[in-house]
């Protein structure tokens, strides 16, 4: 089956980067090559929401106005992987994060947790101020 292992997660202080990894296993690199991929974050007593997403290809991404211009996702085909930069983190960026994979073929380039199939269990990030 399908699964999502995040990695890349932990403390760091106002100001510093971090890069989250997500490796995809149980499919061929032809079929996750098609997936529309996503990040989520959840912050404890908050929903999850909804931070970045990439299209199959890698030239398309989409953002949510909270981290333009300090996050940039990423995805290498060859390794079933999707990254997620994180700079210049801020205290309010601490949550736990998942990645999460749409398998609809043409993908939905989705912003809701609906539009995505397959999740990870996510990766800590705490944010020292």
């Known amino acids: 089956q399908v699964q999502l292992v995040e990695s890349g997660g932990g403390l760091v202080q106002a100001g510093d980067s971090l890069r989250l990894s997500c490796a995809v296993s149980g499919v061929t690199i032809s079929t996750y090559s098609t997936y529309t991929m996503g990040w989520f974050r959840q912050a404890p007593g908050k929903e999850r929401e909804f931070v970045a997403v990439?299209?199959?290809?890698?030239?398309?991404?989409g953002y949510t106005d909270s981290v333009k211009g300090r996050f940039t996702i990423s995805r290498d085909n060859a390794k079933n992987t999707v990254y997620l930069q994180m700079n210049s983190l801020k205290p309010e960026d601490a949550a736990v994060y998942y990645c999460?994979?749409?398998?609809?073929?043409?993908?939905?380039?989705?912003?809701?947790?609906?539009?995505?199939?397959?999740w990870g269990q996510g990766t800590q990030v705490t944010v020292s101020s």
């Open positions: 999460a994979a749409d398998k609809t073929y043409g993908g939905r380039f989705g912003t809701s947790n609906w539009e995505y199939d397959f």
């Open positions: 990439i299209n199959w290809s890698g030239s398309r991404t």
